[in-house]
């Protein structure tokens, strides 16, 4: 079993930051990648920032150089810190690793309940 946990959303005016935070524990092994995906109202998910083999970071269009994943390998633990926040980057967002090559929570559904973003004045 792998469990993630997400924290740091909340509601935060257009401009403002956050960070996310996600904490992974578990049955992790042969870990070799982590990300963020988000999921707006009425939209799919769609993937916000990964890293992968500790070295090659990947960002959406939409929010490159506002948005930086970052991580804490002491503490299995890795951020998305998220600057110039705007409106439709309002979403559920949730924390994913991958072991091997597969997608932990893509693969297996099992997405739980992430961390709400909303960015509203």
């Known amino acids: 079993q792998v469990q993630l946990v997400e924290s740091g959303g909340g509601l935060v005016q257009p401009g403002g930051s956050l960070r996310l935070s996600c904490a992974a524990s578990?049955?992790?092994?042969?870990?070799?990648?982590m990300a963020w995906r988000r999921q707006a109202p009425g939209r799919q998910r769609e993937l916000v920032a990964a890293?992968?083999?500790?070295?090659?970071?990947t960002y959406a269009d939409s929010v490159k150089g506002r948005f930086t994943i970052s991580k804490d390998n002491a503490k299995n633990t890795w951020y998305l810190q998220m600057d110039s926040l705007k409106p439709e980057d309002t979403a559920v967002y949730y924390c994913?690793?991958?072991?091997?090559?597969?997608?932990?929570?893509?693969?297996?559904?099992?997405w739980g309940q992430g961390t709400q973003v909303t960015v509203s004045s």
């Open positions: 994913d690793i991958r072991l091997g090559s597969a997608w932990y929570r893509t693969s297996t559904s099992s």
């Open positions: 578990g049955r992790i092994f042969s870990l070799t990648g």
């Open positions: 890293v992968i083999g500790g070295t090659k970071r």
